[in-house]
Every structure is written in C-alpha cells, then in structure tokens.
C-alpha cells in the first residue's frame, strides 16, 4: 500500500468502511480493502478491473453505457459520433456502422486539445492582453475628449442663450404648423381607407347575401369588384423637415442660427397590388420578380428524374429512376456516381447540415448516410415505410412516413439515429398528414416543418413544436386541373415553393400560406422536385425531360 503521511487521514474501504484501501477497481471506480477484493470479484454481473491503489491513475475510466447497464464503452462509433459498448456493436441502432478503439479516439482528441490549448495560451489569450492594454489606453484619451466636448457646449450655450429664446419659440410655431398639416393629410388618408374598407365590407355582405339567397336577379346581376379592391390607394409619403444648425454669430443670428426645410406632402403609387394583410405588414426583403428568368439547364442521364438537391450553389445532387444518385456541376458534368447499397432505387435524398447526402430507401425500411463515399445505414424503421426525408439548421434529420399497419402518417424528427419527435395528429387528435405515396418535407428558415402531401393535395404547416399552422389548398379557378403538389422547397425570406406537376408551374407561398405568386414561364414541363441555393436561385427536376433548370424569380 502506498505510504500514508502523518499528517494523512487514513483512507478507509469503500465496502467495509473500516479497513485500510489496498486496492481500486478502474471499472466500478471505487476503493476496496485486501478482504474486499474478493467479495468485489465475486460478482459476475459486470466486468471489473482491480489494480493497486497507488497505479489508480495510470489507467483511463471508461464511462458506463446509457443503453447497456454494467458495461462500459471501450469502442467508438464513427458515424453516431459517440463511444460505445461491445454490446452496442452487434445491435441495429449500429448495424453495419464504423468503430475504432475509444482510447485511440481520446488520443486523437487529445491532440486537438494540446493544439487547441497552445493556441489559447501563446496566440490567443496574448492578443486579447494587447487588446485590453490598448482599451485602457483608449479609456484615458475617451475621457479627455469628452470632458472638452462638455465644455465647448457649455461655452456655446452661455453664447446663445442671450438670443435664442425668440427664435426657438418662432421655430417651434413652425414646427406645429407643420405637425397640423401632416395630421391633415394623414387623416383625409385615413377616411380614404375607412371608406374604401366600408365598401369591401359591404361587398362581403352582398356576395353573403348572394350565397344564401336563391333569387336568380341577384346572381345574374352580380359584378365582381375584387380587382378593384386588390389595389391600394396611393400612398401619403411625406418629407419630413429637418432642423439645420448654424454656427453662431450674436450680431447675425437670425440669419446663421439655421433654418428648416419646407415640409412636402406627395402621393407616391405603390409598387406592387396588395395579397394579403400579412403580406402588407411583413414585406418580403427581396421582391419577387414579376416574370421568372430562366438561367441554364443540366441535361442528366435518367430515364425517369425526381429529384434535385443543392449541394453547393454551383453543384447539385439528382436522383431518378435508377440505383444511382449523382453530383452534377452547373456544366452537367458527373462529378461524383454513388450507388445504393442494396441496389434499390432511392426513394428521396437530402443534404445534411455537414454536407453528407442522405437517402431513403424504402425497400428496406432505412435511411443510409454517404461519408467519403462510403454507404452507412443510421436508421432501421420496423412497421413503418419512409417517404421523404430533409436535412435542418441544428443538423436533425426529418422523415416522412406511413405505416405497414393500420393507415397512419407521421413526421419524425432523429437526431443522428435517435428518435427526437413526432408529429402526427393536431389539437383535435386528427391526422395531419394523409395516408400513401410521397411527403415531400423541408424546414422552413423561421423553422416551420412544411410538408406537400400528395395523396391530399395540400400542403400542411406546423411550427417547430409540431403545433399545426395552416394548410395550403391553392385555388382551383386559377389552375387547369386539380392540384398535384409534388415537391417542395424554401427560400431565405421563409417563402414557400410548391411545384404542381400537371399544371407545369411553382406556386409561391409567403411564410403565412398566403399565395404570392406563380411561376408559369420557363418552359416547365411536369416539375418534379425543387431546391433553392444560397442566392436564392430556383432550381427544377423535370420528370420526363430528365432536366434540371436553373430559373430566377427574386
């Protein structure tokens, strides 16, 4: 036993707690007495490793496992990012994963720390030093200058005060004058709007009464006035006027006090036709444009093309009707080729926060992670198939489903392969979502989960609660045919893009389910799915086409 100084309180046995430590198990973490190592040893249910106290710090503490009580992790997985035991490593949550000894990955870390920490200690802590020496020199001068700017405005005020109380009392006379003309004009705006507000609300009524009525003469006499409503009165915009001082002179002073503009009063039309309350209060920080621009387009070499999804803003990763996604540049060169792991066609593809792409395939009931090219299952679903899959800004994953029993949708949101979230029924205990066929899914940037319900052609908003907000049904009188949502995206102002594939165009939804606007142009033919890139371009997987458009509309 390792020698006790005099002036040491003698360690005791943790079990016993009566004779002297001789011993210390690495595993259990506890300090035992010679009579205690065997009793400690007898027990088989976990492994135990028994040293001499005095080598208790020679060897690492490995931490116990949270999903296998009494082992501990002597391995580390290198797709879940996590250490783990030898159980983990034959289980599902791990199937076919990539593992290393831990104490290789706490050396590996520990390297990075030893960087890390010289930088701090020698680069990092020293400049801040620097830094703060400088402020504190900065502090004395700050100082100074200011205690002069105080006495330079107390010596002009002594200079103007003799003379200026007439002018400041003709000045502020000038200033009510204008405030009441302001007001005027800002009120007779207002009884403009009022009036116009009466006549919508009187409309309302008509069109109700109209509705509820089975006189024909009402009906055939009626006249829509909504075009007439849609567009706003020109707006009041007003200069206001500014004060503009001038350097003092005692025997000029009216003159070189300084003087005040004229105050204006225009009428300035507004840019764009008024959509929706929301959209008046929160007007988008880009404004759409009112005809799309195409800008290119990549030829791809499926037969059948489904999806599109922004890697970088000058590359793109597509899917189609074959076992291989690939990663095409904006010149519609291959620039990567990765084949599915089971040779099944994916089902959707998405990029992570990371960059790594990540497919369904649905054959299998999995969701597999490509990391240097390298095939990864991170999620086995049992008794449920996944549709669609999404990426998020904290690095989740979303994923769409339905289940083999029973017809029930859901979203769920994993962290890595741990379940997270689920999103299924709203307030009322009804489902969300409907059952079959795809559920295109993307979080929006004001982290809203949107999803283009196919089956239901709809598209169904919840915030990131899960708490549903709106659904999008469109408009059927400004369509062709029925509704056929198929793939979704969003933009940097929380915009919302739909495309309909029958009616060859990409409805725009403000973050509220508001429409904003259609793209009709392009030349789109069946768009399948969509992804926005950082500068805000649109691009488009055509389903037959093979194509994949880049087009601006912002």
């Known amino acids: 036993m390792e020698p006790l100084d005099k002036a040491q309180v003698l360690l005791k046995c943790d079990l016993c707690q009566s004779a002297a430590l001789q011993s210390?198990?690495?595993?259990?973490?506890?300090?035992?007495?010679?009579?205690?190592?065997?009793?400690h040893l007898s027990d088989s249910s976990q492994?135990?490793?028994?040293?001499?106290?005095?080598y208790r710090f020679f060897a690492p503490y490995y931490p116990k496992c949270p999903d296998h009580t009494n082992?501990?992790?002597?391995?580390?997985?290198?797709?879940?990012?996590?250490?783990?035991c030898s159980t983990c490593i034959s289980s599902d949550k791990h199937h076919s994963h990539k593992f290393t000894d831990v104490l290789k990955k706490v050396r590996s870390k520990k390297k990075e720390v030893e960087k890390d920490l010289e930088e701090l200690e020698k680069r990092i802590y020293p400049a801040y030093e620097e830094i703060t020496l400088d402020s504190n020199s900065e502090k004395v001068n700050f100082e100074n200058h200011y205690e002069n700017l105080t006495t330079a405005v107390a010596k002009q005020e002594k200079n103007l005060h003799r003379e200026i109380n007439f002018i400041v009392n003709k000045q502020k006379s000038e200033?009510?004058?204008?405030?009441?003309?302001?007001?005027?004009?800002?009120?007779?705006?207002?009884?403009?709007?009022?009036?116009?507000?009466?006549?919508v609300k009187q409309s309302i009524n008509d069109l109700k009464k109209i509705l509820y009525s089975n006189?024909?003469?009402?009906?055939?006499?009626?006249?829509?006035?909504?075009?007439?409503?849609?567009?706003?009165?020109?707006?009041?915009n007003v200069s206001l006027p500014r004060f503009s001082p001038h350097q003092i002179n005692t025997e000029q002073l009216h003159q070189m006090f300084g003087s005040l503009s004229a105050?204006?009063?225009?009428?300035?039309?507004?840019?764009?036709?008024?959509?929706?309350?929301?959209?008046?209060?929160?007007p988008p920080a880009k404004p759409l444009l009112n005809v799309a621009e195409f800008i290119t387009s990549i030829q791809t070499k499926y037969n059948f093309l489904y999806n599109v999804t922004c890697l970088r803003d000058e590359e793109i990763w597509t899917h189609g009707e074959e076992n291989i996604m690939k990663l095409y540049n904006l010149r519609g060169e291959v620039l990567k080729s990765i084949k599915t792991k089971s040779g099944n066609n994916p089902r959707d593809t998405a990029v992570t926060r990371s960059g790594d792409l990540v497919y369904i395939d649905i054959y299998t009931s999995t969701v597999n992670i490509v990391k240097n090219e390298q095939i990864h299952e991170i999620i086995r679903l049992q008794g449920w198939k996944p549709h669609n899959i999404c990426g998020t800004?904290?690095?989740?994953l979303l994923v769409t489903m339905d289940s083999y029993y029973g017809e029930h949708s859901r979203v769920v949101r994993y962290s890595g392969s741990t379940e997270k979230q689920t999103i299924q029924f709203d307030s009322e205990g009804k489902s969300l979502y409907s059952y079959g066929y795809t559920k295109d899914i993307i979080e929006n940037r004001n982290l809203d989960i949107c999803v283009a319900d196919y089956e239901a052609k709809a598209v169904v908003v919840v915030n990131q609660a899960g708490t549903f907000r709106f659904r999008y049904t469109g408009y059927s009188s400004s369509t062709a045919r029925p509704l056929d949502l198929i793939g979704i995206a969003t933009d940097s102002q929380s915009q919302i893009l739909i495309s309909?594939?029958?009616?060859?165009?990409?409805?725009?939804?403000?973050?509220?389910?508001?429409?904003?606007?259609?793209?009709?142009?392009?030349?789109?033919?069946?768009?399948?799915?969509?992804?926005?890139?950082?500068?805000?371009?649109?691009?488009?997987?055509?389903?037959?086409?093979?194509?994949?458009?880049?087009?601006?509309?912002?």
């Open 175 to 199: 200033i009510d004058e204008m405030k009441n003309e302001h007001l005027v004009a800002l009120n007779e705006y207002e009884k403009e709007i009022k009036q116009i507000m009466s006549d």
């Open 393 to 396: 800004t904290m690095g989740d």
């Open 24 to 39: 210390h198990c690495e595993l259990c973490q506890i300090n035992l007495c010679k009579a205690c190592v065997g009793e």
């Open 500 to 554: 309909d594939r029958k009616n060859n165009c990409i409805h725009i939804l403000d973050q509220h389910g508001q429409l904003l606007s259609y793209i009709r142009n392009c030349d789109l033919h069946l768009p399948w799915g969509l992804s926005v890139d950082t500068k805000d371009n649109l691009f488009v997987a055509e389903f037959h086409s093979h194509k994949v458009k880049k087009i601006k509309y912002m």
């Open 71 to 84: 082992t501990h992790c002597e391995f580390y997985c290198e797709i879940c990012d996590v250490p783990v």
């Open 263 to 282: 105050i204006t009063i225009t009428k300035e039309a507004h840019g764009n036709t008024i959509k929706t309350p929301e959209a008046v209060s929160c």
């Open 215 to 236: 006189d024909v003469s009402l009906t055939s006499v009626y006249r829509s006035r909504n075009a007439e409503f849609r567009g706003l009165p020109p707006k009041v």
């Open 47 to 54: 492994r135990h490793k028994v040293v001499p106290y005095k």
